[in-house]
């Protein structure tokens, strides 16, 4: 038996979709991020340089990762 004989369809194809689930969920809360925020992110962070607000969005992103994933797996 190979290592690859182990693997299904089925699990590819789980793999697959859940891997677009958490892509779009975290689209969606980039999203939300910048439609709540009174200025644009994207030009705070890519001209102003603004580290801070880079390293906020970051763990935000990080803490919805980890929250797809859990829910995902239970």
Aim: with cysteine; glycine share 6%; net charge negative.
């Amino acid at each position: 038996m190979t290592i690859f004989g182990a693997i299904e369809v089925a699990e590819i194809i789980s793999m697959l979709f859940y891997t677009i689930l958490g892509l779009g969920l975290l689209g969606l809360c980039w999203i939300g991020i910048s439609a709540l925020s009174p200025f644009s992110i994207r030009k705070e962070i890519e001209e102003d340089q603004n580290t801070s607000l880079a390293v906020l969005i970051s763990s935000v992103f990080i803490a919805m990762s980890i929250i797809i994933a859990a829910v995902i797996i239970s």
